[in-house]
């Protein structure tokens, strides 16, 4: 009995794997016809993601703080032939995703990959730390990608098509990396913890959840108020001997947002040139 039973898994298995069509790697790859979001997208990782998705083929809203720098980012995509349009957003706010997300709705007709890339990181030691400045930092780097998924979420929910969010974490959300960074640590645990419930409760509506965690980034703002040498002593301890650049981090984006990953959610993955290790 048992070697029948054996027999016939093994047939179906042979059966899948004969006629199973392999999806050419241009396809997977393909982001033709979709429309991202992607929050902080002006400048630094931002920027970089961004432009791998638009280059991927989907139309871009850059989100920012800053209107005139989502403008300047938007200008450099349409240059290069890519779709895009800028959005000013402050993240924490309500309102402002509200805004943001019909933009996108008006823009391009709906809203199929979030990225909530936008975050703060001042440096500060816990005796320095003040209340209001705990509640900014919680209030950008959690709440404002808890506001964003809640509300994209619901359109994609509505167009029935599902989607793909992608939370940029950090490695710090795994172990810290300095001190001085106790509320931006904080934020970034809860925002991984964020990802894997949230990953729980939108697989229904075939919506992927999942996370990328960078490690040291070269970006024209990524001192955060550090010094040189902390700088330089970080840097000594990533085992490829350099800081990424922000196409490190679009390249982990566009992977997680094409269906090169179509089975995966509520993961993280480390892109940190090995710090962890260390």
């Known amino acids: 009995m048992t070697n029948t039973i054996d027999f016939a898994i093994l047939t179906i ?3 899948y794997f004969i006629y199973m069509e392999i999806t050419p ?44 720098l989502a403008t300047e980012a938007v200008k450099k995509l349409t240059e290069a032939g890519f779709k895009a349009v800028p959005c000013e957003a402050d993240i924490s706010k309500e309102e402002a995703v509200s805004k943001m997300v019909q933009t996108t709705v008006d ?22 730390l003040t209340p209001a400045d705990f509640d900014r930092i919680i209030g950008v780097n959690l709440r404002g ?24 974490t950090s490695i710090d959300a795994l172990h810290p990396s300095m001190v001085g960074l106790a509320a931006y640590d904080a934020s970034k645990h809860g ?17 992927w959840v999942n996370a990328i965690a960078p490690g040291g980034i070269a970006t024209p703002g990524s001192s955060g108020g550090t010094t040189a040498d902390t ?11 350099r800081m990424g650049v922000p196409d490190d981090i679009g390249r982990a984006v566009l992977f997680l947002a094409s269906d090169l990953a179509s089975y995966m959610t509520g993961e993280q993955i480390v892109v940190d040139g090995g710090f962890l290790l260390a």
Request: with cysteine; net charge positive; aromatic share 8%.
């Open 107 to 128: 823009a391009f007709g709906g809203v199929d990959i979030l990225v909530n890339n936008a975050g703060i990181y001042p440096f500060k030691l816990l005796m320095d």
């Open 231 to 241: 700088t330089k002593a970080f840097e000594q301890k990533i085992p490829m001997h």
């Open 191 to 207: 925002l991984w913890g964020f990802t894997k419930n949230v990953a729980l409760e939108l697989a229904q509506h075939k919506i």
């Open 145 to 168: 990608a808890y506001l964003c998924t809640k509300q994209v979420a619901q359109t994609m929910i509505k167009q029935g098509r599902g989607g793909r969010i992608i939370n940029i």
């Open 25 to 68: 790697l241009s396809q997977l790859i393909s982001l033709k016809g979709k429309v991202a979001i992607v929050t902080g997208g002006a400048v630094g990782i931002g920027y970089g993601i961004a432009y791998r998705l638009a280059e991927a083929g989907a139309s871009i809203v850059v989100a920012d703080l800053k209107l005139d």
């Open 13 to 15: 298995v042979k059966s």
